[in-house]
């Protein structure tokens, strides 16, 4: 029997600005892909700073599906990119996937929006085990 | 005494939190919402910096990043 489950998150535009900042070095490169930096940048080549706060909310909330207590957020294995139609699309990859199989996870869908300084996103899903995550809940936070 | 690379990382984290003034090494950064899950990529950037040592974000312990103490246990000793 499988069981739903969704992750939300919420990311002020300003932290991007702080990411941005050429002062604290190319920190932005630890959270988004190749292909993620490519695509968060403007028709005029500017930094998307709401497209960049979107995708990293995005990616803490596939996190939050994964159960995954005690360990920090594998941003680079959890892509976020434009899917058919202009909505987002997950990619996982190396520690990200073998933890969605770990806590069963099926096909990952998220949608985000952004307003008034902040961007938030929601990721759903079903797990096939659910008892996995109900273990993990109550261990303690991470980062 | 602490070592200049642990003070580094200390000031990194009360300049992101002007209302603190001191950090204690035993307070835990994680649970006192002191780093976030943003911050957490800053403050390994931080550590690097300072130790001059390069950190596999896919092996990271972490309980190396709990506290000042174990911060520095782990990359300043």
Redesign the interface.
């Known amino acids: 029997m499988s069981q739903p489950l969704i992750g939300v998150d919420l990311v002020p535009l300003a932290r991007v600005g702080e990411l941005l900042d050429p002062d604290i070095g190319p920190v932005l490169r630890r959270f988004l892909s190749t292909e993620e930096l490519a695509a968060s940048r403007t028709p005029d080549g500017a930094p998307d700073r709401a497209g960049i706060a979107g995708r990293l909310a995005a990616k803490e909330a596939v996190f939050k599906l994964l159960g995954a207590v005690g360990r920090p957020v594998p941003w680079q294995g959890i892509e976020v990119l434009r899917g058919p139609g202009g909505r987002p699309g997950v990619r996982l990859s190396g520690t990200a996937a073998e933890l969605a199989q770990h806590a069963g996870l099926g096909p990952i869908d998220v949608s985000i929006s952004h307003d008034a300084g902040f961007a938030i996103a929601v990721a759903a899903a079903t797990t096939s085990r659910p008892t996995h995550l109900a273990g993990s809940v109550t261990s303690k936070g991470m980062p | 005494m602490s070592s200049a690379g642990i003070d580094k990382v200390r000031d990194w984290i009360l300049g992101r939190h002007p209302e603190r003034t001191e950090l204690a090494a035993d307070v835990d950064l ?2 006192s919402r002191l ?8 403050l ?2 931080t550590i690097e ?1 300072a130790a001059g040592v390069e950190i596999d ?2 092996a ?1 312990d ?1 309980e190396d ?1 709990q506290t000042l103490a174990t911060i520095e246990k782990a990359f300043f000793a």
């Open positions: 994680i649970e780093v976030d899950s943003l911050a957490f990529v800053e390994v950037y910096d974000f896919d990271i972490i990043f």
